[in-house]
């Protein structure tokens, strides 16, 4: 007998969609090879190194905040996090705030934008547990009264800026040509390895996002971990705000709106079930790269911002179609 | 549209002075490859309370179903006041006077008492208009035949969904009278009325047989039929074995009838019975519908719960475990006091709780086997990490004394057979060395073999000093495996079987009541 591993088993369905469907992984991956290609063609130099490591920025910008609304979702209970986008403008304000363009306070703005928006999702994971609201109807009011709040406060024009220190870190090669962000999120792609396939944590997540009733019946808390995954959620989404102002330089009151349905789209293409209880965190990178490099490939053929979002809701309700046809249990 | 006698929707056969209310003769029902009903006989005289009994699954269900007209038999002839009938529909049945008391409610909750009672029969006004004056006033007179027995609450007015159990099934027993039926089938009418309810109920059922009207009168509380009908039918396993007058026998003979022969084989036997302090003791518990439960169990002994399906078995041992926590009472392990109020405080103490509704309780879907094995271990010994590495082969070991089959632990749970998926939900269990085990309908819906290997391990943890308590729906295999066994009826416990006591005999006759 062998450890868990990592690889999804194969439990092919006969027709070739349903066993394409069966590996979102695999179909994420050949999304990425076909798109490289597509770029490459339209536009001579898109497949280049420096221009792949620039997309893998952004990739990975949407990738850490994918990471929570990942957790959400697997942990069930319909679960979902639409606050994300207005947790990232709220955690590259507080950040911007708290630098203020200094480097010797990076690390308090990085505490103090993680720990503002933890507890904001804390607040998400109660009114879903505690309270009951269904995780749409919490998430999107939290998005609102987040958003609200950041324009009563800052009157519409948010204060401070950037380090430099930390848009080196993000813009500037650091270890082996790539910039730090890279190294930090192929950090936390192992960090979420860990958390899901080797920590007790890990496992009562999944356990609750496939059968509640089962998991309470095993002694798990149930309510605890689905709040905590909110509060993990908030705090991602706080770090992606920390590293967008890096990106930028300086932040405006909606800079993080963009991010909160691609990350829902990254997570399906990655394979994780909306209903909860199946899928990972590697399949959501390889989703996360994808979305970035179809929105480069968009770019490059001219298309604005609503013709990217226009594509963008049209694959995300042909994925579900495409993966709600299977009717065995994906592992 | 109307099915009462006045208006009937059908042409009517008019009543013959000859035969009986109801001849069913060789009735045969299959569902698919199950047969059902065997040879199913019942005759109902004019003007006669006739009681229909049998154990669980003997097919009085079905037959009554078929008289009204809810199934088609199969083969077999059904004569109605002497004439022969075939209904295609219940409707059909109500317009030849036929009037079934549904077991399963048939109740919609938001509606009001009176639009329950006259759903599809409402009286009109010359418009067409639903008439509320006269909608109101017959509900009233209906619910008056139960005066003040029908407690506060129960107005024309007041909706379904307000009401208590007890109400609910008054307003199904109003709905039921509120045809005129000249033929009556009451299916466990009197579950959930108390005992000055019951008293009016029979009166009226009097009164109705005192004006000709048949009655089919079918019971778990064999005190009532003796109380009330005039004669009875015993079924089982699909047939009717016999017809007789009520003032001819007595409990004991119709007992014997119900169960036919009773079987002794495949006792556990045990050489010694060590007289060891109890594990856990409950002190007059409570809460839902379980009433003032007293019991100890020690260590390594089987304690059963019997009685018939429903009486609050299942409610006491989810309520030990914490999952619908008890809210009256006390309760001790090792002879002190604790308090459990969420299978998590149950777990802590070493208390395992193995459900039989595998799907909603047990599954981990889409999860490996190792993962759906782990799930226990992992709260009971607090870990942080997994530690797969020394735990798969651990938990391998456990399946594998239970003789799981399977592949690899990594497939998923669902490639497994439902006996292989209980085995893993046992095996979680044992892997975290429980001192009391709580059994919940352990083999719901798995083959025999796999049913023998769980009785076999459930004895040698026994034998090995774990404390359980079983409850299964198969009586036979509650006789088998249990040291004592505790009846359950209406959520408490009505009597404690042991020794002489504990067989098939004793257990159906103090499960329908009588507590012996």
Redesign the interface.
């Known amino acids: 007998?062998?450890?868990?591993?990592l690889?999804p088993?194969g439990?092919s369905t006969g027709s070739r969609l349903a066993t394409l469907a069966a590996s979102p992984l695999a179909l994420a991956l050949m999304a990425i090879i076909v798109l490289l290609g597509l770029g490459e063609m339209l536009s001579p130099g898109f497949a280049r190194g420096d221009q792949i490591i620039r997309l893998l920025t952004v990739a990975a910008l949407l990738g850490i905040a994918a990471a929570g609304q990942n957790l959400v979702i697997l942990a069930g209970g319909e679960g979902i996090d639409l606050s994300i986008g207005a947790q990232i403008s709220f955690g590259a304000i507080i950040a911007g705030n708290v630098m203020n363009g200094s480097d010797a306070a990076i690390a308090h703005a990085i505490l103090a934008a993680c720990g503002a928006t933890f507890l904001v999702g804390l607040v998400n994971g109660l009114g879903v547990t505690l309270v009951r609201l269904p995780p749409l109807v919490m998430t999107l009011g939290m998005m609102a009264i987040i958003q609200g709040g950041l324009v009563v406060f800052s009157q519409g024009i948010p204060s401070g800026n950037a380090a430099p220190a930390l848009m080196g870190f993000i813009n500037q090669p650091a270890l082996l040509g790539l910039p730090g962000i890279l190294l930090a999120w192929a950090v936390l792609i192992v960090l979420m390895g860990l958390l899901l396939?080797?920590?007790?944590?890990?496992?009562?997540i999944?356990?609750v996002g496939?059968?509640a009733?089962?998991?309470?019946?095993?002694?798990?808390?149930v309510r605890a971990v689905r709040t905590l995954v909110y509060g993990l959620s908030g705090a991602l989404a706080g770090l992606t705000g920390v590293f967008v102002i890096g990106y930028t330089g300086n932040s405006f009151i909606s800079v993080g709106d963009q991010y909160m349905l691609p990350t829902i789209i990254a997570v399906v293409i990655g394979g994780t079930?909306l209903a909860g209880?199946?899928g990972g965190y590697v399949g959501t990178v390889a989703g996360a790269i994808a979305l970035v490099l179809l929105q480069s490939v968009l770019t490059t053929l001219h298309l604005d911002f609503w013709g990217r979002q226009l594509i963008f809701g049209g694959t995300l309700l042909l994925l579900l179609a495409l993966y709600g046809r299977q009717t065995?249990?994906?592992? | 549209m109307t099915g009462t006698p006045e208006t009937p929707a059908l042409p009517m056969p008019a009543p013959t002075p000859l035969g009986p209310a109801i001849e069913a003769r060789d009735i045969v029902k299959r569902f698919g490859a199950v047969q059902a009903l065997g040879n199913g006989r019942l005759t109902v005289g004019r003007g006669e309370i006739h009681a229909l009994l049998g154990a669980n699954g003997c097919g009085k269900s079905t037959l009554s179903k078929i008289i009204a007209g809810t199934h088609a038999a199969t083969a077999g002839s059904l004569l109605i006041e002497g004439r022969p009938v075939r209904f295609a529909t219940p409707r059909e049945a109500e317009a030849a006077g036929i009037a079934l008391f549904y077991q399963e409610l048939s109740l919609i909750p938001p509606l009001s008492v009176a639009a329950n009672i006259f759903l599809g029969r409402e009286p009109r006004t010359r418009a067409g208009f639903i008439d509320r004056t006269r909608l109101r006033a017959e509900t009233e007179a209906l619910i008056a035949l139960f005066g003040d027995t029908a407690g506060p609450g129960l107005t024309p007015d007041a909706l379904v969904a307000d009401l208590t159990p007890g109400q609910r099934q008054i307003v199904e027993i109003l709905k039921v009278l509120s045809k005129s039926p000249r033929i009556v089938i009451m299916d466990e009418a009197t579950a959930a009325l108390d005992a000055r309810q019951v008293a009016v109920f029979f009166d009226i059922l009097r009164a109705r047989r005192a004006a000709g009207v048949s009655t089919v009168f079918i019971s778990h509380r064999l005190d009532e039929v003796f109380a009330l009908c005039d004669r009875v039918t015993v079924m089982r396993n699909g047939e009717t074995v016999a017809d007789l007058c009520i003032a001819d026998t007595d409990q004991d003979s119709v007992v014997r009838l119900m169960i036919g022969d009773v079987r002794k084989a495949g006792r556990r036997t045990r050489a010694d019975r060590p007289a060891a302090a109890p594990l856990l003791q409950a002190d007059r518990v409570g809460g839902g519908r379980l009433r003032d439960i007293t019991l100890a169990v020690a260590p390594g002994e089987i304690l059963g719960l019997g009685g018939l399906q429903g009486q609050g078995q299942s409610a006491l041992l989810r309520g030990l475990f914490g999952a619908d926590p008890l809210t009256a009472g006390r309760l001790r392990l090792d002879g002190q006091p604790v308090r459990i109020r969420a299978p998590a405080d149950a777990v802590a103490r070493g208390i395992a709780y193995v459900s039989g509704d595998r799907v909603a309780d047990a599954v981990l879907a889409g999860r490996s086997i190792f993962e759906n094995l782990a799930a226990a271990v992992l709260v009971r010994e607090r870990r942080w990490r997994v530690g797969a590495g020394t735990l798969a082969p651990r938990l391998a070991g456990v399946a594998a004394s239970l003789k799981t089959k399977y592949a690899g632990l990594d497939d998923a749970i669902g490639t497994l057979s439902g006996g292989n998926q209980q085995k893993v939900f046992i095996a979680r269990w044992l892997a975290t060395g429980p001192r009391l085990l709580l059994l919940d309908d352990p083999t719901k819906g798995i083959d025999l073999g796999a049913k023998a290997d769980l009785f076999a391990l459930i004895r040698q943890l026994a034998d090995s000093g774990v404390a359980i308590i079983l409850y299964s729906s198969e009586e036979a295999e509650l006789l088998d495996q249990s040291d004592r066994i505790l009846v359950f009826n209406g959520g408490a416990v009505v009597t404690e079987l042991s020794g002489p006591t504990l067989d098939s005999f004793h257990l159906t006759r103090a499960a329908y009541g009588d507590a012996a």
């Not at chain 1, 007998?1 to 591993?5: H, V």
């Not at chain 1, 009733?213 to 808390?221: C, I």
């Not at chain 1, 065995?328 to 592992?331: E, L």
């Open positions: 007998m062998t450890a868990p591993s690889s088993s439990l396939r080797r920590t007790a944590l890990g496992f009562a999944y356990a496939a059968n009733r089962a998991a309470r019946l095993v002694g798990l808390p079930s209880g199946t065995g249990p994906r592992v």
